[in-house]
C-alpha cells in the first residue's frame, strides 16, 4: 500500500511540474504605450483609448512587434449604454488606429475583432476605464 502512495504522489508532483513549464518562454503582455494589455491566440494586444483616437498595438509572446500592415481589426465599443462598431487602420509597424470622438465611459468595454494575413481570426475584449 506505501508503495502505491509513493508512486501516485511521485507521478502527481511529474504531471504538475509538466504542466507548469509547458508554455514554453511566452511573456506577460507588455504595455510600453500605458494601454491596458491581453494576451489573445499567440498575440499580445495593446489596447489605447483617449478622447480622440482607439490605438491597438500588436506584438508577440515574445512582445516582439508584428507588422499590421495587412491586418484587418474591427471594435465594438460599449459606453453609456450605446454600441458602436469602428474599423481601424493601418498607422505603423505594429498599430492600428482609428481616430473620433470616444465616450470615455467609466465602464467601457471594447471587442475586438483581429484578422492577421493568413491567419484565423480572434477576438479580445478589453475594460479600458477599469
Excluded: C, W
Amino acid at each position: 500500500m506505501m508503495t502505491y502512495l509513493r508512486t501516485l504522489a511521485v507521478t502527481s508532483l511529474m504531471l504538475l511540474t509538466t504542466a507548469a513549464f509547458g508554455h514554453g518562454n511566452e511573456s506577460k503582455p507588455a504595455n510600453p504605450n500605458g494601454g491596458e494589455t491581453v494576451k489573445a491566440g499567440a498575440y499580445n494586444l495593446e489596447l489605447v483609448v483617449t478622447d480622440t483616437a482607439i490605438d491597438l498595438y500588436v506584438s508577440d509572446d515574445h512582445n516582439k512587434a508584428l507588422d499590421t500592415q495587412e491586418a484587418s481589426v474591427e471594435a465594438v465599443i460599449l459606453a453609456d449604454k450605446k454600441k458602436s462598431k469602428v474599423v481601424l487602420s493601418y498607422k505603423q509597424t505594429n498599430q492600428m488606429t482609428v481616430e473620433g470622438s470616444y465616450t470615455q465611459a467609466k465602464k467601457m468595454k471594447v471587442i475586438l475583432y483581429l484578422q492577421m494575413p493568413g491567419k484565423k481570426k480572434i477576438s479580445a475584449r478589453f475594460n479600458p476605464k477599469k
